[in-house]
């Protein structure tokens, strides 16, 4: 019982804002045209984090669960670092044909750098 306890407390806390222990890091989803995103992530902690922003998974809510939604985006591999304090921001093209809903990115972090990566979502966004 123990051992489902913990299972469900940490598959309940990969649906929150990660909190890392200095500070949060967050993920915002911007529309700046009818087919593009900006992602936006902050690192408010105070340790580096590892990142790569091309590799954000889009979500869509099924209304039970986040679905990945395929886009067949092409990235490469490397690992960022952004400084304690900083933001990046990356572009992505919302692939034709979406279905009416709510969407959402998510991105995997290390925080702090070299620790094993946490996924974190962004707030939604409609698709009318």
């Known amino acids: 019982m123990k051992s489902f306890l913990i299972a469900l407390a940490l598959l309940l806390s990969a649906c929150a804002p990660l909190q890392s222990r ?64 900083e933001s990046a921001t990356f572009d992505k093209t919302l692939p034709a044909g979406l279905q009416p809903g709510n969407y959402r990115y998510l991105a995997n972090v290390e925080v702090p750098l070299g620790t094993p990566q946490t996924g974190i979502a962004s707030n939604s966004f409609a698709i009318p």
Do not use: F, K
């Open 22 to 85: 200095d500070g949060d890091v967050t993920l915002r989803a911007e529309r700046t045209s009818p087919q593009q995103i900006r992602i936006t992530l902050h690192n408010g902690s105070d340790a580096p984090a590892g990142y790569n922003l091309c590799t954000a998974v889009l979500e869509n809510d099924t209304g039970t669960t986040w679905s990945q939604v395929r886009t067949d985006e092409v990235c490469t591999m490397e690992i960022r670092t952004l400084a304690a304090g």
